[in-house]
């Protein structure tokens, strides 16, 4: 081999100056473009964790009024917070998870309905994706009043049910975990099946017919093409779901009980409001951030694409 096909590439030419000032300009642009963001998100999401961090170690001097705490480091909070109120933080767990679940099976019809069954229905396919929608269009409260109504004991729903004898004569629907469970997946439905449109939206369907013309059944197109490609929107659609569920107090303040059917964020807003017991409430807060955060990251690491690592 000669020493001409054996020698190595020089190395580029230094920059000019003028190259390297309009370099050093597009930094700061980039810094500046960046800076408002980051100062954002310290002022409004890193200062109040720390804060409310800090207010779950304070503790109440001897003597003193309600609502008076000063700073401490008193860790017995957790174990107080823990040890009275693990079953209604399991219990979020469990409701955020089934409506979840709920919202998924409900929601992943809706969106494949729309944006695959009635791609060449322009119009048909508008007024669902509108309907879809529209529960944003109103107040996340006045949606669950309305739930309320729905389920009431005078409704239609119950109504039905006595006729056919699901439910007994003194039967009920409100105040139960089913009501709670309900309004979890009636309210955040929308946060599951957009995210699950806009990946099927995207769909070729190509695809399927040529899954089809290799002799694959309409369910192995579905299995081994559809659902493959629109996991990214079922992945996030969970996620948008699960996450804020957890932490809702409203369903369960409005469709249950203060029983068998309280959450943990009905519980961490009684503590803040009425019994004005902050540090208790902040750790609460703490233990649910932290468990969430736990959870969504074992699921990225166990679903999650490639992207987003």
Known sequence: MSAA????PEPAEDLSAAEQQAEKARGRVGVGLIVPGFVFLLLFF???????LAMSLYARPPGAETGVFV????????????????????RSFLFAAIATVLALF?????????????????????????ILIAPF??????RTQAWKQILSDEGFVVEALRFVAILPEDGRLT?????????LTYNFLPFMALPIYASLERLETRLLEAAGDLYASPMTAFRKVTLPLSMPGVFAGTLLTFIPASGDYINAT???????TAMIGQVIDSRFFKIVDYPTAAALSAVLMVII??????????FGTKELF
């Open 106 to 130: 409900i929601g992943y019809t809706m969106a494949y309905l729309v944006a695959v069954r009635l791609r060449q229905q322009k119009l048909l396919a508008s007024i669902l994706l509108v």
């Open 46 to 52: 890193a200062a109040p964790v720390f804060v409310l």
């Open 293 to 302: 955060l736990i959870l969504v990251m074992a699921y990225i690491r166990k």
């Open 137 to 142: 269009f109103s107040s996340f409260v006045l």
């Open 5 to 8: 096909a054996t020698r190595r």
């Open 71 to 90: 700073p401490a480091f008193e860790v017995s909070n957790y174990v107080v917070a823990l040890s009275e109120y693990w079953v209604p933080l399991l």
């Open 254 to 260: 409005i469709l249950g009980n203060n029983r068998d």
């Open 175 to 183: 105040a139960t975990a089913f009501a709670v469970v309900a309004g």
